[in-house]
């Protein structure tokens, strides 16, 4: 089992967790920022370094724009990007850091 989690701050910066076996709640809360996790619905794939698309599951604090935090450009960026290659689109943002989960078949089960 493999996987990595990649938090993406607005700030730009990209935290980078690999993982050995499922991912604990307290790992996404941590990726997040903390607060209550919501998953990110239509983000559910992402473009590999490769150039591939691989699947993943996304996740946010659900009260992001209650809190007022501040507009994530990349993570946005990225969940429009899959939206799209599901055949839909979106005018909404994301706000504060997103954790983005993938990994090998087993670790992805988990979901």
């Given at each position: 089992?493999?996987?990595?989690?990649?938090?993406?701050?607005?700030?730009?910066?990209?935290?980078?967790?690999?993982?050995?076996?499922?991912?604990?709640?307290?790992?996404?809360?941590?990726?997040?920022?903390?607060?209550?996790?919501?998953?990110?619905?239509?983000?559910n794939?992402?473009e590999?370094?490769?150039?591939?698309?691989?699947?993943?599951?996304?996740?946010?604090d659900?009260?992001?724009?209650?809190?007022?935090?501040?507009?994530?450009?990349?993570?946005?960026?990225?969940?429009?990007?899959?939206?799209?290659?599901?055949?839909?689109?979106?005018?909404?943002?994301?706000?504060?850091?997103?954790?983005?989960?993938?990994?090998?078949?087993?670790?992805?089960?988990?979901?």
């Amino acid at each position: 089992m493999k996987g990595t989690i990649i938090s993406i701050t607005p700030d730009f910066q990209r935290i980078i967790t690999d993982c050995t076996e499922a991912v604990t709640l307290e790992q996404l809360r941590e990726a997040i920022g903390g607060g209550y996790i919501e998953l990110i619905p239509f983000f559910n794939n992402i473009e590999g370094t490769d150039g591939l698309i691989i699947r993943c599951v996304a996740f946010c604090d659900e009260d992001g724009k209650l809190k007022k935090l501040r507009f994530n450009e990349i993570a946005t960026s990225l969940w429009r990007n899959a939206i799209r290659r599901n055949g839909h689109q979106s005018n909404d943002v994301l706000c504060g850091p997103v954790a983005i989960v993938f990994g090998d078949k087993e670790f992805m089960e988990a979901f």
